[in-house]
């Protein structure tokens, strides 16, 4: 972890105390003064992991950035006593309005993740929306994430020059690449691990309507949608009750 200013330390995740709009200065900033700068966005799900598999917590506190990506890690805060002052920031959000903030710049962002031809029609949408974003290239985020065929990907966006990598691989699959590669990336000043992100951006997957983001149920409506989702989400009473545990037995 770099600069430990403003972090607000959930469960042993230290999250910044940050907005959106901070965020992206941050990133921007990392980029002009050619800062590596990882930006992650764990929700619950992943700070029980971390709790679960305690080897974690070194690979997602290593980032610059980390801000609250759900509602339960929103809600544990308020229960240690420690609320974040702007609520929950969608990594998603961020992603678009760096692109946004990004277009006015020289700047080029390498998209690599999701299924083969996603992260193309990402930028063709992105690039539709924000005329002056510059693409450095794509890539699907399906191949072997050690070996030769990762050093592949890791030339790849070497060679693309490209300032901003999204990574676009799940959680935690994409902290532990972007931990791992990192310092092989000779170009890259900013690195976001963004989750289902491209899906979003390619008009593949749509977010929750809105009455659902503003009642804290996108959860819910995630797990409408995708059912299968129903195992990795018992991680989260698991996280709300052992919270308060932890809040009593400080256990
Ligand atoms: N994905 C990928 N490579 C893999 C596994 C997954 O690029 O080896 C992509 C997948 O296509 C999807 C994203 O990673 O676009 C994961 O999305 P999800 O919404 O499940 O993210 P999470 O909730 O895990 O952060």
Same mark, same amino acid.
């Given at each position: 972890? !770099? &600069? $430990? @200013? $403003?972090? +607000?330390? +959930?469960r042993g995740v230290y999250f910044n105390n940050t907005t959106l709009d901070g965020t992206v /200065? !941050?990133?921007l900033k990392g980029v002009r003064e050619k800062k590596q700068t990882a930006l992650y966005t764990p929700n619950s799900e992943i700070v029980q992991a971390c709790i679960e598999s305690p080897e974690l917590y070194d690979v997602i506190n #290593? !980032? &610059?950035l980390i801000i609250p990506d759900g509602i339960g890690v929103v809600k544990a805060a308020n229960i240690l006593g420690t609320p974040f002052g702007a609520g929950k920031i969608a990594g998603c959000e961020v992603g678009e309005a760096f692109i946004r903030r990004l277009a006015e710049t020289d700047h @080029?962002?390498?998209l690599l993740g999701g299924k083969p031809g996603v992260a193309e029609q990402a930028a063709q949408k992105l690039s539709e929306k924000y005329p002056g974003i510059r693409f450095a290239g794509c890539? /699907?985020?399906?191949f072997k994430k050690e070996g030769e065929e990762n050093d592949? *990907? %890791?030339a790849q966006v070497n060679e #693309?020059?490209? /300032? *901003?990598l999204f990574v676009c691989l799940g959680a935690p699959a994409q902290e532990k690449w972007i931990h791992q590669n990192r310092a092989k990336l000779t170009t890259v000043n900013a690195m976001l691990g963004l989750g289902g992100s491209l899906d979003v951006y390619a008009g593949i997957v749509n977010r929750a309507p809105k %009455?659902? +983001?503003?009642?804290g149920l996108e959860w819910f409506y995630r797990l409408l949608r995708e059912p299968w989702r129903f195992k990795r989400m018992l991680k989260l009473p698991k996280f709300y009750f052992g919270t308060w545990k932890y809040k009593i037995t400080k256990k």
């Amino acid at each position: 972890m !770099a &600069e $430990n @200013t $403003n972090r +607000i330390n +959930i469960r042993g995740v230290y999250f910044n105390n940050t907005t959106l709009d901070g965020t992206v /200065d !941050a990133l921007l900033k990392g980029v002009r003064e050619k800062k590596q700068t990882a930006l992650y966005t764990p929700n619950s799900e992943i700070v029980q992991a971390c709790i679960e598999s305690p080897e974690l917590y070194d690979v997602i506190n #290593s !980032a &610059e950035l980390i801000i609250p990506d759900g509602i339960g890690v929103v809600k544990a805060a308020n229960i240690l006593g420690t609320p974040f002052g702007a609520g929950k920031i969608a990594g998603c959000e961020v992603g678009e309005a760096f692109i946004r903030r990004l277009a006015e710049t020289d700047h @080029t962002v390498y998209l690599l993740g999701g299924k083969p031809g996603v992260a193309e029609q990402a930028a063709q949408k992105l690039s539709e929306k924000y005329p002056g974003i510059r693409f450095a290239g794509c890539r /699907d985020g399906y191949f072997k994430k050690e070996g030769e065929e990762n050093d592949a *990907v %890791i030339a790849q966006v070497n060679e #693309s020059g490209a /300032d *901003v990598l999204f990574v676009c691989l799940g959680a935690p699959a994409q902290e532990k690449w972007i931990h791992q590669n990192r310092a092989k990336l000779t170009t890259v000043n900013a690195m976001l691990g963004l989750g289902g992100s491209l899906d979003v951006y390619a008009g593949i997957v749509n977010r929750a309507p809105k %009455i659902f +983001i503003k009642l804290g149920l996108e959860w819910f409506y995630r797990l409408l949608r995708e059912p299968w989702r129903f195992k990795r989400m018992l991680k989260l009473p698991k996280f709300y009750f052992g919270t308060w545990k932890y809040k009593i037995t400080k256990k």
